[in-house]
């Protein structure tokens, strides 16, 4: 029996924003993926750089998948946690082979720019509803996902001298 919820967020609201959610965790843990898969087998002159970045941001994703699913839960809806609903949710496609370093470096801008976009799709959900905490949490996410790209981007300028 399902317990009565109430937190001050109509339920239509709640389940509308946990579905947004649900596309947010599937792009999160996909492109969790990706990175952890690129960390692995990355080569070239960039080698050294980008194994320890992208260590550092799969890690940074692998703690937002949590955030988000446990965001879902309270607002009393089910988390996906399936291969097969991750890849049925998520926008990010996965990876077909092994690219060059700089192709990984276009791969994750790519995946950060658009979980921004999400993010914020997502955020105007949550805004309907006055639910400030799912805003709240998808805010940093994009001042994450932002940041990142920002980053990886910085990697593939070339300098004028």
């Not at 890690?59 to 879902?72: F, S």
């Not at 988390?79 to 092994?98: C, N, S, V």
Request: contains cysteine.
């Amino acid at each position: 029996m399902k317990v009565k919820m109430e937190i001050g967020i109509p339920e239509k609201n709640r389940k509308d924003t946990a579905k947004g959610l649900s596309h947010v965790l599937s792009d999160t843990f996909t492109l969790y993926l990706k990175t952890h898969h690129f960390h692995w087998n990355v080569t070239g002159p960039m080698f050294q750089t980008l194994h320890l970045m992208f260590e550092t941001q799969y890690n940074e994703l692998w703690l937002a998948v949590d955030l988000v699913a446990e965001r879902i839960r309270a607002l009393g809806e089910f988390a996906p946690g399936t291969y097969t609903e991750f890849i049925r949710l998520a926008a990010i496609p996965e990876d077909k082979g092994i690219p060059k370093d700089t192709d990984m470096i276009r791969e994750l801008v790519k995946g950060h720019e658009s979980m921004a976009k999400s993010c914020r799709e997502v955020f105007a959900v949550a805004e309907k509803g006055d639910d400030q905490s799912t805003m709240d949490m998808l805010t940093n996410r994009m001042t994450t996902h932002e940041k990142t790209a920002w980053m990886l981007r910085s990697l593939l300028e070339k300098t004028g001298g």
